[in-house]
């Protein structure tokens, strides 16, 4: 509603604003504003004329009181709890011809606090109430936008509630039917389509939080805080740093938008971000973007000034942007105090200004001159028809065919003759209107003289677009988009006419090549000369009779609009079966890519109800083939689970439909095995021989001779085997159901019948369809272990009737509202429900057993939580010059549930060997939160022989002699069988603390002439079996564990252990490390120390060791034992080189290091520390979780330890 009356007045203004510039002012955190501010803020809103707008970015309160929570803000309402707020109210007042933007901050969410929601929503009722029509609060009801508002012709407003992802408390959701989106990827996708859309404009994209800051609360620290205390400081700030509270922009809950929004900056250009969550201001250079900081309305705080900043502050005062009609930007800082500027300068040059510094010209619009030089060169007239080739870029030799694959190269390199489009004869003069967005096509929109909307889409696509900005252009982004070829150029016409044949909604593209024409205006340069399909655009609210492509429909929806009506309407009826139809015609033409944007919905209004049904859309993927052995490598389900190859065997079900899982399982919930059949048959019998050939020769004459018969072939085998397809399809959804219901009041009957069969039943309790059954459906046993019933918002009602307990187990979730539980059955524990009031359960029956859980996502309904379970192979790799090369191979197995939704066990199993013959087995078990927060894990090894390999002897002083090395005196044949279990908690990241208890037998074999074959061979020698408790914790704050370059780690554990024979021993070890790096360049400095002791007897492979694996890089592995040892280490990195090869980008460093310890000998002491240093390079390719490194270690006893590895460990 506020977009569409606020684009109404903006249809009445636009010549004044096109004729003149557009002014912005920006303020943040006014809650810390001193008296002057306003009237500073005052006065200059009056200074100019001309459009001008305000925005707040959050920050209005110092608290949250409970004052303001229970206030009930009647129009007209001044004063009170809200009385601070005043100033910025009459501000508002004072100029109602200037718009004012409000977006809220964390504190305004009550600090992240529980009462956040609350806190929010009462601060917009109390905006609203005050009556000014010019005073705007976009995002109603704690939503996460986005609301995109127009100030001019070339400049957006996008608003952003950042505090919405990182609450961490309740927060609107999906199925609350309050916002247009309340779904992470839903919301994400929006603000990308509004960005690929609207490449032609300036966006501003403002929230509380900015995606980068050089602040305390972006990371950026002043070397004194390291200081505050001493050590702890250090730790503080590391958390701060890596970890992150609510308040850091670090912390993880808001990384799913930050990362976005930074990802932004590689794609787009001319996008200005603005925040305000530090309290200083910052005007920061990203690439071709900026970034704003406005947050020092009140006394500012500490701000590095390094690059990428252009201006920071800490002096109060706010921002105005100034966006000319010839697209110069400037940026002007005004000090609160009296209004006069502190700084300015232009940030985006006109194009056809003189440029005398490094600052971009502004991207938003067309480069000076050009628009007149491509008008001149365009041709006056052109042919029908035309020849041309859809992609001549995917031929390829029959060497890169075999590893790429054959795919439909034939069909895209082959000349095929195709009408050419004249924009100004056709479809009513088309005339083009912005770019379209979308996951891989360039699409063009258009719009003729009577309104009707039409969208061009180019047949080749490029599927690099969803790749990190630095590798498209890349060896890798090439051979993604080469995959183009995979998909067949004419799908989409192949695919309209079957879908007609089935009563499916659809569009009807048209092939076309779209030539350079005046009227195509400034698009000439991108979409001049493309092949591409037009079809009629299904869009609008008012119903348009006889239109192609808008099926007479009163409304047609977007996904997210229809999962808003179907949680809030119960008058809304889906057509259920028709979308099943159109699903299981999805997986006979192979095409995976069904997520939700790749569907719209028409709505009828018949009577009271709404009808709807599907529109499938965007046909890119349909046919594809993964032949060639890289696709299929990456089509396999533990690769990419959403790839799956067209042809004549039976597909993965799984895979095909991956992209379409969070939908299925909603749409699909009330149908049954026998309607899944029934919808196969119902496709079968349409799609005839003749149906399936007629539509195939739909592509021109010259595809069709490459590709066509074995398109036709594939088809018709794949119709037969619909069934068998239709019956694997219903299994994945079978097991596990959701039963959704509304936010009005129903009744849910759920009847367990004596032979487990369950049935449920939804009825509407109140309004225009009382008494009408939503939901009806008879879950059989076999099929079907868990249905989980949801009565979302209002007050329902859930009966349970039948015998107690049964094999399918029932969760009812009630939702908000004041619902009702009633058990007839007897004490049975496969009947839970999930309630938050006690009160509302306390008589409900005994068959019903309430479950009370710390998991708040148990008690919403969240329509993407359920995810498969899912297998998954890992490899490892290695080399070093002490035990050759190695490799590793396992599989990991991760199973979900509805309590534990990452993960509710694990298991891995991985067998490793050596060249030096070392064999290895490892199972792991993990079970996630079985204890509140604590993990259950199981670990077992099996080492035949292992890889402990070479021993030196005990002490500071052992002897390594060349002679006896090379006649392996030293090496040792260690077999055991361990096997440990214990609790685990995690935290912050990839923190833990754990506690094991385990068993291990050991036995040293072949130990003739070796350094173990002596009277006084060490303590573990031969056969040793012990018990052992094993506490660990390891904190780690890096920010990084490839490549940290800041932050702190801590590790501390004890084993005590007792052998077979009675003996104890313990072994304590601690360590620390601190990275150091410098704000403006990426060195760094890197500080490590360690400390062992040792209990008791302890058998020689627990004592602890120094070596080429830990802390003694110079010297071999295990090279020296002892009852303890202390050691020192000193690295220093930097990168020399970044390389933007073809193949892939990646950066160069330097490590120099310097590492010093010694064995702990009880009862000596002055034992000398051990010197070793060294040198090695590291690559970064791509990202530093890829980091991999070599070293080279020196000593006094090696000339060179060589060692490769992945990361830069100690």
């Known amino acids: 509603m506020f977009k569409a009356v606020f684009s109404l007045s903006l249809l009445f203004a636009l010549p004044y604003f096109a004729s003149?510039?557009?002014?912005?002012?920006?303020?943040?955190?006014?809650?810390?504003?001193?008296?002057?501010?306003?009237?500073?803020?005052?006065?200059?809103?009056?200074?100019?004329?001309?459009?001008?707008?305000?925005?707040?970015?959050?920050?209005?309160?110092?608290?949250?009181?409970?004052?303001?929570?229970?206030?009930?803000?009647?129009?007209?309402?001044?004063?009170?709890?809200?009385?601070?707020?005043?100033?910025?109210?009459?501000?508002?007042?004072?100029?109602?011809?200037?718009?004012?933007?409000?977006?809220?901050?964390?504190?305004?969410?009550?600090?992240?606090?529980?009462?956040?929601?609350?806190?929010?929503?009462?601060?917009?009722?109390?905006?609203?109430a005050q009556g000014l029509t010019n005073l705007h609060w976009p995002l109603p009801n704690g939503c996460p936008g986005p609301e995109v508002i127009p100030l001019s012709p070339t400049v957006l407003l996008m608003l952003l509630n950042t505090q919405w992802w990182n609450h961490p408390y309740d927060k609107p959701v999906p199925a609350d039917a309050d916002c247009d989106f309340a779904d992470t990827s839903i919301a994400l996708d929006e603000i990308t389509s509004t960005i690929e859309e609207n490449?032609?404009?300036?966006?501003?994209?403002?929230?509380?939080?900015?995606?980068?800051?050089?602040?305390?609360?972006?990371?950026?620290?002043?070397?004194?805080?390291?200081?505050?205390?001493?050590?702890?400081?250090?730790?503080?700030?590391?958390?701060?740093?890596?970890?992150?509270?609510?308040?850091?922009?670090?912390?993880?809950?808001?990384?799913?938008?930050?990362?976005?929004?930074?990802?932004?900056?590689?794609?787009?250009?001319?996008?200005?971000?603005?925040?305000?969550?530090?309290?200083?201001?910052?005007?920061?250079?990203?690439?071709?973007?900026?970034?704003?900081?406005?947050?020092?309305?009140?006394?500012?705080?500490?701000?590095?000034?390094?690059?990428?900043?252009?201006?920071?502050?800490?002096?109060?005062?706010?921002?105005?942007?100034?966006?000319?009609?010839?697209?110069?930007?400037?940026?002007?800082?005004?000090?609160?105090?009296?209004?006069?500027?502190?700084?300015?300068?232009?940030?985006?040059?006109?194009?056809?200004?003189?440029?005398?510094?490094?600052?971009?010209?502004?991207?938003?619009?067309?480069?000076?001159?050009?628009?007149?030089?491509?008008?001149?060169?365009?041709?006056?007239?052109?042919?029908?028809?035309?020849?041309?080739?859809?992609?001549?870029?995917?031929?390829?030799?029959?060497?890169?065919?075999?590893?790429?694959?054959?795919?439909?190269?034939?069909?895209?390199?082959?000349?095929?003759?195709?009408?050419?489009?004249?924009?100004?004869?056709?479809?009513?003069?088309?005339?083009?209107?912005?770019?379209?967005?979308?996951?891989?096509?360039?699409?063009?929109?258009?719009?003729?003289?009577?309104?009707?909307?039409?969208?061009?889409?180019?047949?080749?696509?490029?599927?690099?677009?969803?790749?990190?900005?630095?590798?498209?252009?890349?060896?890798?982004?090439?051979t993604v988009r080469d995959q183009t070829s995979s998909g067949h150029p004419y799908g989409a016409v192949v695919v309209a006419p079957l879908l007609t044949e089935i009563g499916i909604l659809h569009a009807n593209p048209r092939l076309f090549v779209l030539p350079p024409q005046a009227a195509l205006q400034e698009f000439n340069a991108e979409f001049g000369g493309m092949l591409g399909t037009l079809e009629i655009r299904p869009e609008g609210e008012e119903k348009k009779q006889r239109e192609d492509g808008v099926f007479d429909a009163e409304k047609v929806l977007k996904s997210y609009e229809l999962f808003r009506e179907r949680f809030d309407d119960q008058e809304v009826v889906i057509d259920y079966r028709e979308y099943l139809r159109a699903r299981l015609f999805d997986l006979l033409i192979g095409d995976w890519s069904r997520q939700e944007d790749n569907w719209k919905w028409a709505l009828y209004e018949v009577g009271a109800v709404r009808h709807v049904r599907p529109i499938p859309r965007d046909r890119d993927n349909a046919f594809s083939r993964m032949d060639g052995v890289f696709p299929w490598i990456v089509s396999r389900r533990w690769a990419v689970a959403g790839l799956e190859n067209f042809g004549f065997g039976r597909p993965d079900i799984r895979s095909l439909s991956h992209e379409a899982r969070h939908l299925d399982r909603l749409l699909l919930s009330s149908m049954g095995r026998e309607d899944y059949r029934r919808e196969a048959a119902t496709i079968q019998a349409a799609l005839t021989d003749s149906v399936i050939e007629a539509a195939v020769r739909e592509m021109p004459a010259a595809a069709y001779e490459s590709s066509g018969p074995e398109l036709v072939a594939k088809l018709k085998k794949r119709r037969d085997d619909l069934g068998s397809y239709a019956d694997a399809f219903f299994r994945l959804y079978a097991e596990r159901v959701d039963v959704v219901g509304t936010n009005d009041e129903e009744r849910f009957e759920v009847h367990t019948a004596e032979d487990g069969r369950v049935t449920v039943t939804a009825i509407d309790l109140k309004g225009k369809s009382e008494g009408k059954t939503l939901y009806y459906r008879e879950f059989v046993p076999g099929e079907t272990r868990e249905i989980c019933i949801y009565g979302l918002g209002d007050d329902d009602q859930f009966q349970l009737t039948g015998r107690s307990g049964g094999p399918i187990r029932i969760r009812l979730i009630g939702g908000p509202g004041g619902d009702q539980f009633a058990s007839e059955v007897g004490k049975g524990r496969n009947a839970l429900a999930y309630e938050n009031s006690k009160a509302q359960y306390e008589d409900a029956g005994p068959g019903l057993r309430f479950v009370r859980n710390w998991r708040d996502e148990l008690y919403y309904y969240d329509r993407t939580a359920r995810e498969r379970n899912s297998l998954a192979p890992t490899v490892g790799v290695g080399y070093n010059s002490f035990n050759g090369a190695s490799l590793g191979v396992g599989l990991v197995y991760t199973r979900r549930n509805f309590t534990r939704r990452d993960y509710a066990a694990r298991y891995r199993v991985y067998v490793e060997g050596s060249t030096l013959g070392n064999f290895a087995v490892e199972l792991n078990a993990e079970y996630g939160e079985v204890l509140g927060k604590l993990d259950l894990v199981f670990n077992s090894h099996l080492g035949r022989p292992d890889f402990y390999n070479f021993f030196y002897g005990l002490g500071n002083n052992s002897v390594k002699d060349p002679e006896r090395v090379r006649n392996e005196f030293y090496l040792i044949r260690l077999q055991t069988l361990a096997m440990e279990g214990g609790l685990r908690r995690s935290f912050a990241g990839r923190s833990s603390f754990s506690l094991l208890a385990g068993h291990r037998d050991a036995e040293t074999i072949n130990t003739e002439n070796t350094v173990l074959d002596t009277d006084d061979a060490p303590f573990g020698t031969g056969t040793l079996g012990y018990a052992y408790l094993y506490p660990a914790l390891r904190l780690d704050l890096r920010d990084h564990p490839k490549l940290p370059s800041k932050g702190v780690l801590f590790e501390a554990s004890q084993k005590w252990g007792r052998t077979d024979g009675g003996g104890a021993f313990g072994v304590s070890k601690v360590a620390a490390e601190i990275h150091f790096s410098t704000r403006r360049f990426p060195i760094s400095l890197s500080l490590r120390t360690g400390y062992a002791n040792s209990q008791g007897t302890v058998p020689f492979y627990e004592l602890p060791t120094l070596g080429r694996n830990y802390s003694l890089r110079g010297y071999e592995r295990n090279r020296f034992v002892g009852d303890g040892y202390l050691h020192y280490n000193v690295e220093f990195r930097t990168p020399f080189a970044l390389i933007r090869s073809r193949v892939v980008p990646f950066a160069l460093g330097l490590r120099l290091f310097l590492d010093r310890g010694k064995i702990l000998t009880h009862g000596e002491s002055g034992a000398e520390f051990k010197t070793a240093r060294g040198f090695g390079l590291y690559i970064i390719p791509v990202s530093r979780s890829f980091t991999l490194s070599a070293t080279a270690g020196f000593s006094k006893e090696e000339k060179g330890i060589l060692q490769v590895s992945a990361g830069t460990r100690f």
């Open 199 to 478: 490449r032609d404009r300036n966006i501003v994209i403002a929230g509380h939080y900015p995606p980068k800051s050089q602040g305390r609360r972006g990371g950026s620290f002043p070397t004194r805080d390291h200081l505050v205390p001493p050590i702890i400081g250090s730790f503080r700030l590391s958390w701060r740093q890596n970890v992150g509270t609510p308040d850091e922009i670090t912390n993880a809950r808001f990384a799913e938008i930050g990362d976005k929004l930074r990802d932004f900056n590689g794609y787009y250009s001319g996008l200005f971000f603005i925040g305000a969550q530090d309290r200083s201001q910052q005007l920061l250079r990203f690439r071709n973007n900026y970034i704003l900081n406005a947050g020092a309305a009140g006394p500012g705080r500490w701000v590095a000034r390094h690059k990428p900043a252009l201006h920071t502050s800490r002096e109060p005062g706010y921002t105005e942007l100034h966006f000319a009609a010839d697209g110069e930007v400037s940026y002007a800082y005004y000090r609160a105090s009296n209004g006069t500027p502190a700084w300015r300068k232009t940030i985006y040059h006109a194009p056809c200004g003189i440029v005398h510094d490094s600052l971009p010209i502004n991207p938003a619009f067309p480069p000076c001159g050009m628009e007149e030089e491509a008008m001149e060169a365009l041709p006056d007239s052109f042919p029908a028809r035309v020849t041309t080739v859809a992609g001549e870029q995917y031929a390829r030799s029959g060497f890169a065919r075999t590893f790429l694959g054959t795919h439909y190269r034939r069909a895209w390199t082959v000349p095929v003759e195709v009408p050419t489009l004249d924009l100004a004869q056709e479809f009513g003069q088309l005339r083009p209107t912005e770019i379209g967005g979308g996951r891989q096509t360039t699409s063009l929109k258009l719009r003729n003289e009577r309104g009707e909307g039409f969208v061009f889409r180019s047949v080749d696509k490029n599927p690099s677009k969803a790749l990190d900005f630095e590798i498209r252009n890349t060896v890798i982004g090439s």
């Open 20 to 128: 003149a510039q557009v002014r912005l002012l920006v303020a943040g955190n006014t809650a810390d504003a001193g008296p002057g501010f306003f009237r500073s803020l005052h006065e200059r809103i009056a200074a100019e004329e001309g459009p001008t707008a305000v925005l707040f970015a959050g920050d209005y309160l110092l608290e949250c009181t409970a004052a303001m929570r229970n206030t009930t803000s009647l129009p007209g309402t001044v004063g009170g709890p809200f009385a601070a707020l005043e100033p910025l109210v009459d501000l508002a007042r004072r100029h109602p011809q200037v718009a004012f933007y409000l977006v809220p901050g964390d504190r305004d969410w009550d600090q992240s606090g529980v009462n956040g929601l609350d806190c929010v929503k009462a601060l917009e009722q109390y905006f609203l």
